[in-house]
């Protein structure tokens, strides 16, 4: 990567920062590079240039920053304890940061005072940017459409998706649009400073989100109920779903329930002038991870015998 001008994606195998890469280079916006742990599972684009690290590792996100203007910061930690670290790093080497933060937050609340956990963590490291002298946008996104990911199992294997707090709404985001709105502030002028408060269009409760995947998918699913327990148990026993993260959604989700429905935004057709995508259209998206997988066809491994 030649002169200032690259973007350094942390979080780039992740559901956001995937897409941030792609749109990155389809929009030729200059040298891509990536931040993950593991290079070698990445499957990133060929033209990204991937640097093994650990945004914890200080030595490492340094060497990864050489170079760098621009930053997408993805949080992975469930606390703000490496905060102080990373974001001197970034201060350091680079110009401008665009932070997923996340909707949790509450304008106004000390990070300590945050209500939900989650908020508490991005307040505090949204505080640390705004007081580090860099560039910044944060992005506060609401419910991502790719949690739903977790009823991938259960739809395969049947016709019913079970867990608690049925009644919950949701403005459900596509990633494909968290990742429009950063590549704008990423790329473009006139972001510095800015809280983009994200939304999906459309208000849905997890039923009404389980009823949309059957339609797309061409048969009827149902949701089931669970008592909290039984919901949780179900979580913990998904080697996909992080064990420490099943208190803090349920208790999440208890909250929404009780709570004011969510205030929709009109914020990602501002940014980046088109609406955002329906569930309908991210379920169409991912429709094969909700699909048994066909066999492969013999004739597709050929006389090669892979
Ligand atoms: N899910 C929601 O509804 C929601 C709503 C609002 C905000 N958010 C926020 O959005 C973020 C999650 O984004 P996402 O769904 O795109 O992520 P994700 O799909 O969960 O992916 C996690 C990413 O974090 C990276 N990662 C994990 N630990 C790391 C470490 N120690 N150092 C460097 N990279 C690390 C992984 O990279 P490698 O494995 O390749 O290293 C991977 O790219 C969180 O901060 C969350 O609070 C989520």
Same mark, same amino acid.
């Given at each position: 990567m030649s002169g200032r001008c690259g973007v350094l994606v942390t979080g780039a195998t992740g559901n956001v920062g995937r897409q941030v890469v792609s749109?990155?280079?389809?929009a030729r916006a200059g040298g891509v590079r990536a931040l993950t742990r593991d290079p070698d599972?990445?499957?990133?684009?060929?033209?990204?240039?991937?640097?093994?690290?650990?945004?914890?590792? /200080?030595?490492?996100? +340094?060497?990864? *920053?050489?170079?760098?203007?621009?930053?997408?910061?993805?949080w992975p930690f469930h606390s703000a304890e490496p905060a102080a670290a990373v974001v001197d790093t970034l201060r350091r080497h680079a110009r401008r940061v665009v932070f997923l933060s996340s909707?949790?937050?509450?304008?106004?609340?000390?990070?300590?005072?945050?209500? !939900?956990?989650?908020?508490? /963590? !991005?307040?505090?490291?949204?505080?640390? %940017?705004e007081r580090s002298g860099l560039r910044w946008t944060r992005l506060r996104p609401s419910t991502f459409a790719a949690n739903t990911l977790w009823w991938a199992g259960q739809v395969r294997g049947g016709d019913v998706v079970e867990g608690a707090y049925g009644g919950v709404p949701m403005a459900l985001l596509h990633e494909?649009? %968290?990742?429009?709105?950063?590549?704008?502030?990423?790329?473009?002028?006139?972001?510095?400073?800015? +809280?983009?408060? *994200?939304?999906?269009?459309? %208000?849905?409760?997890?039923?009404?989100?389980? !009823? %949309?995947?059957?339609?797309?998918?061409?048969?009827? *699913?149902?949701?089931?109920?669970?008592?909290?327990?039984?919901?949780?148990?179900?979580?913990?026993?998904?080697?996909?779903?992080?064990? /420490?993260?099943?208190?803090?959604? *349920?208790?999440?989700?208890?909250g929404m329930l009780t709570a004011p429905p969510p205030v929709l935004t009109s914020t990602v057709e501002a940014v980046t002038g088109t609406p955002a995508r329906t569930y309908r259209d991210w379920v169409a998206d991912h429709a094969a991870d909700f699909r048994c997988a066909e066999p492969v066809p013999a004739a597709r491994y050929g006389s090669r015998g892979r």
């Open positions: 749109q990155l280079l389809a599972t990445a499957r990133l684009p060929r033209d990204v240039d991937v640097r093994r690290g650990d945004l914890a590792d /200080s030595d490492a996100l +340094t060497a990864a *920053l050489d170079g760098v203007d621009t930053v997408f910061l993805m909707g949790a937050v509450r304008d106004g609340v000390a990070p300590q005072r945050q209500p !939900h956990p989650v908020g508490r /963590s !991005h307040a505090a490291v949204e505080q640390r %940017i494909a649009d %968290i990742a429009a709105v950063a590549v704008r502030a990423l790329t473009g002028d006139g972001h510095a400073g800015q +809280t983009y408060v *994200l939304t999906g269009p459309e %208000i849905l409760t997890q039923v009404e989100q389980v !009823h %949309i995947i059957g339609e797309v998918l061409g048969r009827p *699913l149902r949701w089931r109920e669970l008592p909290r327990q039984a919901a949780k148990a179900r979580l913990l026993a998904d080697d996909d779903f992080p064990d /420490s993260f099943a208190d803090t959604l *349920l208790d999440g989700y208890a």
